[in-house]
């Protein structure tokens, strides 16, 4: 079982950064892939960004793609998200998530096996 905490939300104004953290326990982090998905109010969950255990392939979603960063210290058993140039739009709880096979593609995180609780980014205008 693993579990996985959110850090790193809060509330900033359009245009600038944040970085979110994930810290997980309870597994062997360099056999998950991970992901970041966001749920804006009244939306349903998107996928947002996914890295691969070994942190050598990235993904994004169209949206984000030259603004979000992930990445992973396996040794620290930690995924981060640095969030640039955010947009009011960006506004939302921001979950990490494990699985456990390999990705190979966006689709590969439709699945996830584990979920954190979220943090909140909030973005004004």
């Known amino acids: 079982q693993v579990q996985l905490v959110e850090s790193g939300g809060g509330l900033v104004q359009a245009g600038e950064s944040l970085r979110l953290s994930c810290a997980a326990s309870g597994g062997t982090f360099n056999r998950y892939a991970m992901g970041w998905f966001r749920r804006a109010p009244g939306k349903e969950r998107e996928f947002v960004a996914g890295i691969t255990g070994s942190g050598g392939i990235t993904f994004y979603e169209d949206s984000v793609k030259g603004r979000f960063t992930i990445s992973r210290d396996n040794a620290k058993n930690t995924v981060y998200l640095q969030l640039n140039s955010l947009k009011p739009e960006d506004t939302a709880v921001y979950s990490c998530?494990?699985?456990?096979?390999?990705?190979?593609?966006?689709?590969?995180?439709?699945?996830?096996?584990?979920w954190g609780k979220g943090t909140l980014v909030t973005v004004s205008s």
């Open positions: 998530a494990a699985k456990e096979k390999r990705v190979y593609d966006t689709s590969y995180f439709k699945d996830m096996d584990y």
